[in-house]
C-alpha cells in the first residue's frame, strides 16, 4: 500500500498543524518536520561512496517545494 508523507518546513508551523489536523484519522497519510539541520552542501565530512543521481535529484525537487510552497508531498511505495 502506498503511503502519502508531507515533509514541512520548520519554519511553517502553521503548515504542519493545519495538516497534521487534516490527515489525522487517514491511516496512510505522514506528516514530518523537515529534519535537515544545515544545507548538506556546506558540511564537511567524508561522503559516502555511493552517490545514485537520481536520488540527489529528488532531494532536489524537494528542496525546491519546502523553499516555494512550505511543505513537499511525496509517496513512498511499499
Request: glycine fraction near 6%; charge should be positive; proline fraction near 1%.
Amino acid at each position: 500500500m502506498a503511503r502519502e508523507v508531507f515533509i514541512v518546513a520548520r519554519n511553517c508551523p502553521e503548515i504542519y498543524r493545519y495538516l497534521t489536523q487534516t490527515f489525522a484519522d487517514a491511516d496512510n497519510v505522514q506528516v514530518i518536520w523537515d529534519r535537515r539541520e544545515v544545507d548538506r552542501r556546506g558540511a564537511s565530512g567524508g561522503r559516502s561512496a555511493e552517490r545514485r543521481r537520481a536520488d540527489r535529484r529528488q532531494r532536489a525537487a524537494i528542496e525546491a517545494e519546502l523553499k516555494a510552497h512550505g511543505y513537499a508531498f511525496l509517496t513512498v511505495e511499499g
